[in-house]
């Protein structure tokens, strides 16, 4: 199993520019997520969705958009970046929401100058 | 909600010394805990998550922690530290809750050293 699948790894965006950030997952779960990882802030959650056609706002949703057309796929898209969504980007999934454990993706390190 | 507070950002510890890192959490109902280990340049991987079935939980690489209700502390432990353990570590919370749900609350992390 490859588990989460993120792509890209490294990106450089210039203001204003959009991007999609990719998120794969092959096992079947129904729960993913979005977080970024700020230096010395730990982990806050953008977007999550809890099944095929369902999402919902996270912490830190301003700026960015999601869907999920199918339980494998979790795109997050930037229209409009800016300096402040410099940070790593990763994606989880999870079989169940209280107490499973999440799965990561190895991140994608966005740089907007 | 419910929070996280991991005390202490950096740790540094002698290869084959006891490696001690703080948790504490705040919440009004029994918590699902976990700790997560991040390496260099990678996504976060669990190490061990406590869900009330027993207060010493074991992990992955030798790690454990002891859920200390009268403390609301979850600290790590591995008692003879190894070069491969320098990453980050991450204490995280999650609870149920009726009507809705609470979503996974990480600590800020920790970044353990570990001196040849």
């Known amino acids: 199993n490859a588990g989460v699948t993120q792509t890209p790894k490294f990106r450089i965006l210039k203001i204003g520019q959009s991007m999609t950030l990719q998120c794969a997952q092959d096992m079947n779960h129904n729960y993913m997520y979005w977080y970024r990882q700020d230096p010395g802030m730990g982990l806050k959650l953008i977007y999550y969705?809890?099944?095929?056609?369902?999402?919902d706002k996270g912490e830190v949703p301003n700026g960015y958009n999601v869907s999920r057309s199918t339980t494998e796929d979790f795109p997050l898209r930037l229209e409009l970046a800016a300096p402040s969504q410099t940070s790593v980007y990763f994606c989880?999934?999870?079989?169940?929401?209280?107490?499973?454990?999440?799965?990561f993706g190895n991140g994608t390190r966005l740089t907007v100058t | 909600a419910q929070s996280v507070t991991q005390l202490g950002s950096h740790v540094s510890v002698s290869e084959g010394a006891l490696v001690l890192l703080r948790c504490n959490y705040s919440s009004s109902v029994p918590p699902y805990l976990f700790w997560y280990v991040q390496y260099p340049n990678q996504g976060l991987q669990l190490l061990l998550k406590?869900?009330?079935?027993?207060?010493l939980v074991k992990g992955i690489n030798g790690f454990e922690a002891e859920f200390k209700k009268s403390e609301t502390s979850f600290h790590l432990t591995k008692p003879s530290a190894h070069m491969s353990d320098a990453a980050e570590y991450f204490c995280?919370?999650?609870?149920?809750?009726?009507?809705?749900?609470?979503?996974?609350?990480f600590g800020k992390g920790t970044k353990l050293t570990v001196n040849p």
């Open positions: 969705s809890v099944g095929a056609g369902i999402t």
């Open positions: 995280a919370v999650s609870r149920e809750e009726k009507g809705g749900s609470e979503k996974l609350v």
């Open positions: 989880a999934s999870s079989y169940m929401e209280y107490n499973s454990p999440l799965h």
């Open positions: 406590y869900t009330s079935a027993a207060t």
